[in-house]
């Protein structure tokens, strides 16, 4: 079936440092691929998607572009905040289906 | 964007009483909704995927007993944590797709409950 690897946390940056969290991703057909962010005590919210191949997502600074040859979803931001603070999800579905989500990645960004 | 509202985001109850959780779609009409649950610093794992007006579909290994989901509109889905205990304590989220962005999942807020 359809699954999500994802890059172990924890992440800890400091302050505007570069951000890379590996995500790859085991399906049939051609899925869409989400990165969800989740801040503490809430639900998760929208990051990013691409629905198709060298479709790149972006979104308040962070970037991820659908590699169907390596089947990955790397999500990159150039210079981290400590408002990122948050666990990170990756994610893939089919149309109409439910999501199969990544293990989650913590991310700590230090002043 | 399309707006999911899920309601209690935090509930203690004692062990053995039932607990609710609603999930209401805002502003669109949503024949399927997504129940989750995420154990602590884990990632989400789907329970069930609720249908309006037929029957819920549950994951291997949930008791649909326990968990009872009834999506009565196709603006409400509820879980009823029937009968319970500590270990059920956990954060239950749940999601819808807008038709009208059918790629897209929308999800509540989360629900925290804490069976003492």
Redesign the interface.
Known sequence: GDSVTQMEGPVTLSEEAFLTINCTYTATGYP?L?W?VQYP??????LL?A?KADDKGSNKGFEATYRKETTSFHLEKGSVQVSDSAVY?CAL?H??N???????T?LTVKP | ?AVVS?HPSRVICKSGTSVKIECRSLDFQAT?M?WYRQFP????M?MA?SNEGSKATYEQGVEKDKFLINHASLTLSTLTVTSAHPEDSSFY?C?A?DPRA?????????T?LTVV
Do not use: H, P, V
Request: aromatic share 16%.
């Open positions: 869409s989400f969800y005590g809430e639900g998760l919210q929208l998607k629905t999800f579905s149309n109409n439910d999501m199969r989500f990544g293990a989650g913590r | 964007g899920q399927t997504f610093k884990q990632s989400l789907l995927t989220i999601s797709r059918s790629t897209e999942a929308f999800f509540g807020q989360g925290r």
